[in-house]
């Protein structure tokens, strides 16, 4: 199935179908650059012509402090995939809270997405019947897989992680062949591992094909639609 918009209408058609006694907690995960962001934006955008309450968070702003991590090189896909992110503080602060026999009371994110400045983000409370729509990397590591209701993994090659990634953080980098060079370095060989480890594209109960935003692929996992009860 493609054109953007009939795909975002079955993924909101599948999410409103999920049924909780707690909100709802649907993870977008995917690699650098696959387009995890803007499906999110898009997604929670469309939920909220629904009746429901529709939270949005991005796991970029639980990342840890760069001096936290000294298990690894700071620059090394091991650093990157084994500490970048603070898995606790997304349990405890996110997603738990939200989850069976939580107070629904949650934070957003504890860091700018740079990990070098402390956000002060309140703690909101969310509605019984509302749907939380987080994206991020690395979302089916065991420390999160359990804490999801549904996830949504948007696939892309690595060249084309490669080639979106690089020309999008150029902008901030020292030139499009450092950002190639760190893409290469840290960010793919840090994504492989995560890949060959969770699958996640195979555990996820809905893969999107985003190799052309325009026209993404929806492709719903064999036990997909076991997700719409508990």
């Not at 993924?11 to 707690?22: K, M, P």
């Not at 989850?99 to 309140?122: H, Q």
């Not at 749907?131 to 090659?157: H, K, M, N, T």
């Not at 893969?207 to 009860?229: C, F, Q, T, W």
Request: glycine letters at 8%.
């Amino acid at each position: 199935m493609g054109d953007r918009a009939a795909v975002l209408g079955e993924l909101a058609e599948v999410v409103l179908g999920v049924r909780r006694e707690h909100p709802v907690r649907v993870g977008i995960d995917g690699c650098s650059a696959a387009g995890k962001t803007t499906l999110a934006d898009e997604l929670a955008e469309l939920l909220r012509r629904s009746d429901r309450e529709v939270l949005r968070a991005g796991l970029d702003y639980f990342k840890r402090a760069p001096e936290l991590r000294t298990g690894y090189p700071i620059e090394s896909a091991e650093s990157y995939y084994f500490e970048m992110y603070d898995y606790d503080a997304i349990r405890e602060r996110l997603l738990a809270p939200l989850g069976p026999r939580g107070d629904r009371r949650y934070t957003a994110g504890l860091r700018e997405a740079n990990a070098r400045i402390a956000l002060d983000s309140p703690v909101r409370t969310a509605g019984p019947d509302a749907i939380l729509v987080a994206d991020g990397a690395f979302l089916q590591r065991p420390e999160l897989d359990a804490f999801w209701d549904l996830r949504i993994y948007v696939d892309v090659s690595f060249e084309t992680v490669l080639r979106r990634g690089a020309a999008r953080d150029a902008a901030w980098m020292d030139s499009l062949a450092a950002a190639e060079e760190r893409y290469r370095n840290r960010y793919i060989p840090g994504e492989q591992l995560y890949v060959a480890q969770v699958c996640p594209a195979e555990r996820a109960q809905l893969v999107v094909n985003n190799e052309d935003p325009a026209n993404p692929v929806l492709i719903r996992s064999a036990g997909g639609l076991g997700v719409l009860r508990p």
